[in-house]
């Protein structure tokens, strides 16, 4: 099922990490975004292309914030500021940021607050895309923390039974230490498919499984297609009888604490639409495992609950049972000694739009 989100072997052109990472750096700094600021959008987008998150690193939301930034829609040099705060909790501004630019603020400020007192939480209004949620969960993980963080979107997936989208694809991550093997890390949207691996999808030519989206009526495309010009996406679950009201009720807790409780609204409130930007709203929060339990027996009890699930005896046809993180944390191993691959689209578009913006261009296969 993830072949169809990824660029095909036979297409693929592999490129550097570090390469990446700079021109990204680079075409950031060139539309405005101020150096520190670009080198931590640049991390938290070249992170999720190590990771196999091919929907969320620079193939799908680069172009995406390039033009967000160019049509005055993204603010490049957003004034963000703390309007409410308590010693476990506070509640930020945007200022039309991106979130994968004030998102890892957020999180920093939400750890030092759980160093202090061992919980802190941190909502975030106005703001503009977060990329690959589960960056600033694991923000947590190298202080002895798990990480939570989620995301409310604006509308385009439908509630169970409803034609018309009120709810973002509002993802949640999680992520917990452990002291062997990789970390637990859960990133899943609480629609049926993150809306950026469908356009993936949509680029290198794979069709759609059934139940991932609705007609313009909202009756459910159940057969395997191409993806449609005009579509929904449905709730994880996508019917009724199959849990769709779970992955819909899912989405509204998200839209609750990111949007509601920040005042930032909720995905179809008319004023939030009309705002050029900020219509994202989030929320990230540090649990301190020491004010809770001793840090290594939770370590410990991890590692063999997550041994456990490896276990498992398989299902037949299948080699091993799936461990949140597991998946991710092989493709990294992989794309960090052997290279990100792109399709050769994207490429193009890298060569075009460092010309066009006079930046160089800086991807490449030397030192794989």
Not at 94 to 118: F, Q, S
Not at 152 to 173: C, H, M, Q, Y
């Amino acid at each position: 099922m993830l072949e169809r989100f990824h660029v095909p072997d036979t297409q693929a052109v592999r490129v550097d990490s570090d390469g990446l990472r700079q021109t990204v750096i680079s075409l950031f700094e060139k539309v405005g975004v101020p150096s520190d600021d670009a080198a931590v959008a640049a991390d938290v987008l070249v992170f999720a292309d190590l990771r196999g998150v091919d929907s969320h690193g620079v193939s799908n939301m680069l172009r995406s914030y390039i033009r967000g930034y160019n049509e005055g829609t993204v603010n490049p040099v957003p004034k963000w500021k703390i309007i409410r705060e308590r010693p476990a909790t506070a509640t930020i501004d945007c200022d039309g940021g991106l979130g994968v630019v004030v998102g890892p603020k957020a999180m920093e400020i939400a750890i030092e607050k759980a160093k202090n007192v061992g919980v802190g939480m941190v909502t975030m209004r106005n703001g503009g895309h977060m990329g690959m949620i589960s960056y600033y969960a694991m923000q947590a993980l190298d202080h002895d923390m798990i990480g939570l963080s989620m995301t409310a979107a604006g509308p385009g997936v439908v509630p169970t039974f409803g034609s018309e989208p009120r709810l973002g694809t509002n993802p949640i991550a999680v992520a917990a230490p452990s002291s062997k093997g990789h970390p637990f890390v859960l990133d899943i949207a609480t629609s049926i498919v993150a809306a950026n691996k469908l356009g993936l999808a949509r680029r290198i030519g794979s069709l759609i499984p059934g139940g991932y989206v609705t007609d313009m009526e909202g009756t459910p495309i159940m057969e395997e297609n191409p993806l449609p010009e005009q579509y929904r996406v449905l709730p994880l679950g996508s019917t009724r009888e199959q849990g769709s009201h779970k992955g819909y009720g899912l989405a509204c807790v998200v839209e609750i604490l990111c949007g509601i409780l920040s005042g930032g609204g909720y995905a179809f409130m008319p004023e939030r639409l009309a705002n050029p930007y900020g219509h994202y709203h989030h929320m990230v929060a540090a649990y301190s495992i020491d004010a809770f339990t001793d840090v290594d027996d939770f370590k410990g009890l991890m590692d063999d609950w997550m041994q456990g699930l490896r276990d498992t005896p398989t299902a037949p046809g299948h080699e091993k049972v799936i461990v949140p993180g597991g998946p991710e944390d092989e493709e990294y191993q992989k794309r960090i000694h052997g290279g990100i691959p792109l399709h050769p689209e994207v490429i193009d578009w890298f060569k075009d739009i460092t010309k066009e913006l006079e930046v160089p261009y800086l991807l490449s296969i030397d030192g794989l």
